[in-house]
């Protein structure tokens, strides 16, 4: 849709269309009891996504660059989008570059064009902060049924809503003069009814051609008279509720009474510390695309693991304060999904970041340190083992050490303060009871101080043996710190497990390969586990460069 910055007029003509669009004003008590329903279906389908599990930002006016993206996510575009760089003339998508492989995937596909067309002293400008209006999202929806607007075309973009209607794309409830993210959904759900241009087949139809969608998904969750009726029928109903149900884990600790002290990097709330967290989607991406390359090496030899794992801030705290707090508009669970995104479909992405919240209100975090517990590491695990296909070993059949008095990082880093002095943090090992033969031999005696007693510490290389397992099953831990307690959940599964700290494991004589580990040590599990600052820093990707081929 371009609009040159000299329209006047035009824009003053749009702004009085909008007040004749068909439909109910705003009027402050608007419910959205059947967008929510129709949003977790569409969730459950992969086909959209809230703000988070439990908050699916329904109330919100979508930004032109959330519909755009909502638009490809329910196309079925996402992974081409991501996996298949492109380029935009925009020069104005600084802000929220998070979209702009989405952005240039619809722009060279014709399913945007900008908000605003260059000029002699201007790039071309798309306008991704500016609310999208009904207009923008039936428009993005119609381009990509194949219908096409224009002098010779199907409709003019700034009167998509006849059209809209007729091929069953805009029901009767669609709010179309107070526009919301709750209209984008009704929109995306009953367009999966909708017929594509000269074709016969729905939307759904053509997701489940192309392997987007599975029968028994779409039987478990399209209701395809929803869209007329407004409301899913059972089954339908039933299955999205107990969905719903599992998506709204728990919120999470409540900050919001509490003073924070910012230092650096760091804030300091009560006796506890959290890292902040800005979202860099150019480092992510770089991250994500080495341990792609990485799987690429082996496939067909072994599986590789991607696992972020989120900060204290993102895995604790609710979801409003966590959002308070973040320095840029994506959260720490809206990073990990677009790394996923980017890391293509050999990379196995366990979903480590909802079962810690499942269980945030446990002693996961330290306090005064930057590190999760082994605690919290077991939940990551119970993530990875069922992404894996293995039972997890119970917590009651491990021992147990305990170290009290630890202070962290956070502790050096908040001025040491008396809240953290007087409450320091316990340290608690789950021992195995194997019997493991190890290389240095220290590195399962568990008698270390501090976060030191997993591994006795962080080093290039650290090959574990377990002597009860009787095969030649191997796998590859590639972590720094927070992969050390980590390890050990590991080697109840595999009789040799490899622990490689990429900071240090390229200084390493003879240090081998993805491909080389697969070949010369018959590895069969390659898991990737990466802190959530660190998974988007460049000198992670610089580092992973060395190992992933």
Known sequence: ???????????????????????????????????????????????????????????????????????????????????????????????????????AYAYEAGLTKGQYEATADTPALFGGDADADARVYLTFVLRALGYTEGADGDFRWDSPVSLAQAVGIAPDYVRFSDFRRADVVTVSYAALGAKMKDSTQTLAESLLERGVLTQALLDAYYDPAAAETGTLAAPYAENTAAYRAQCRIPEGADISGLPVDYHGSVALIGDAGYELFGFYAAGARKVAQKIAAGAAAVEGKARVFGIIVPNRMGAVLSYADAKRLCRTEKSEAEAIEYAYAQMGDKVITPDAMSNLRLHNDEYIFFRTDHHWTALGSYYAYEAWAEAAGFEPVPLDQFDTVSQTGHLGYFYSTCGKPAAMRQNPDEVIAYVPRSSFTCSPANAMDFTAGGYNIFLGGDRALTTIVNNDIDDDSACVLVKDSYGNPFAVWLTQHYHTVYVIDYRHYRNTAGYLSFSQFADQKGVDDFIVLLPMTLSQADLTSSYLAKYCW
């Open 1 to 103: 849709m371009k609009r040159k910055r000299t329209f006047c007029l035009l824009l003053a003509l749009l702004l009085t269309l909008a007040l004749a669009l068909p439909a109910a004003a705003a009027d402050g008590t608007r419910s959205y009891a059947r967008e929510e329903a129709m949003a977790y279906a569409l969730k459950a389908l992969g086909l959209f996504r809230g703000y988070s599990d439990a908050d699916p930002g329904l109330a919100d006016a979508p930004s032109r660059a959330q519909a755009l993206v909502m638009m490809l996510r329910l196309m079925g575009l996402e992974q081409t989008a991501l996996n298949e760089p492109r380029e935009h003339p925009f020069g104005d998508t600084a802000a929220y570059a998070w979209a702009d492989p989405y952005i």
